[in-house]
């Protein structure tokens, strides 16, 4: 039988296993991973700069793309047939 309870190391409280990432394998509850992510990437960001421009990069050239093959995707606009007897 597996416990349905489980501490995190980092506040010493205990928790329910669904508040553990990775199905209760972590040592760390999420709200305490948050934090120490959070923390980690503000003591590094000249590591996370380049890391998220490229992201950004990557990110601009599919959305280009998408657009792009929505553009060629999309079929002519149909006009309505012209009345003969309107001039």
Do not use: H
Not at 23 to 29: A, E, I, L, Y
Request: hydrophobic fraction near 25%; proline fraction near 9%.
């Amino acid at each position: 039988m597996e416990p349905t309870n489980k501490s995190c190391w980092k506040c010493k409280t205990e928790k329910q296993i669904s508040d553990f990432a990775r199905s209760g394998k972590d040592s760390v509850c999420k709200t305490c991973r948050y934090e120490l992510n959070a923390e980690w990437a503000k003591n590094n960001r000249e590591k996370l700069r380049p890391k998220r421009a490229e992201y950004m990069r990557q990110y601009r050239a599919r959305k280009e793309a998408e657009a792009t093959a929505k553009a060629v995707a999309a079929p002519p606009p149909v006009e309505p047939p012209k009345d003969p007897e309107v001039k």
